[in-house]
């Protein structure tokens, strides 16, 4: 009888400790991402969106020597590789500038090789503001817009800058 008792006072532990494992939750799985672009191969997507884009409509902001001084420094350097260089360099032209749609989206593209999604997705969103809304440079934008999503994970969000990339383009009247 003793060995009987002794068996019914040894079940109570391991059985807590069972009943705890089965209520404790899983780990959440984690949801299979696509596979992230370099930085390289987003800024290359949204220089040929700027690239294709052939509107009717493009326009070109009046060239400032200085401003257009710095930019020509400043993709010497991202060609380099010295992607802080190229920063400060724009930075320095947005001092002068500050409301140059141009800057602000080669500024973004800089920050995307910096690997600075939120900066660069400010900036691009920024330019488009102040910038025509139709051309090359706003396909620009909103191609930045739709990789900062795309490597966000938000499929949701890439498709409609996609929709709006679109949306830059004027097609010419037929003169036939």
């Known amino acids: 009888m003793s060995f009987v008792r002794r068996s019914l006072y040894a079940w109570p532990l391991p ?34 969106a700027g690239e294709r884009e052939q509107s009717v409509i493009a326009v070109q902001p009046l060239a400032d020597p200085g401003i257009n001084a710095w930019q020509a420094a400043a993709e010497a350097d991202v060609q380099a590789g010295h992607y802080d260089a190229a920063a400060a360099k724009l930075d320095q032209a947005l001092k002068r500038s500050p409301d140059s749609p141009d800057l ?44 900062l999503r795309q490597e966000a994970g938000d499929a949701a969000g890439a498709t409609t800058a996609q929709n709006w990339v679109a949306k830059c383009h004027v097609q010419g009247i037929n003169r036939f």
């Open 104 to 147: 602000l989206q080669d500024r973004a593209e800089v920050a995307v090789y910096q690997h600075d999604y939120a900066q660069a997705q400010k900036l691009a969103q920024q330019s488009w503001t102040l910038g025509p809304k139709l051309g090359p440079l706003c396909a620009r934008n909103w191609e930045t817009i739709a990789q």
């Open 15 to 48: 059985l807590a400790a069972i009943l705890l494992t089965a209520c404790t939750t899983p780990a959440p799985v984690e949801t299979p991402r696509h596979p992230a672009l370099t930085p390289a191969a987003m800024v290359a997507a949204i220089r040929a």
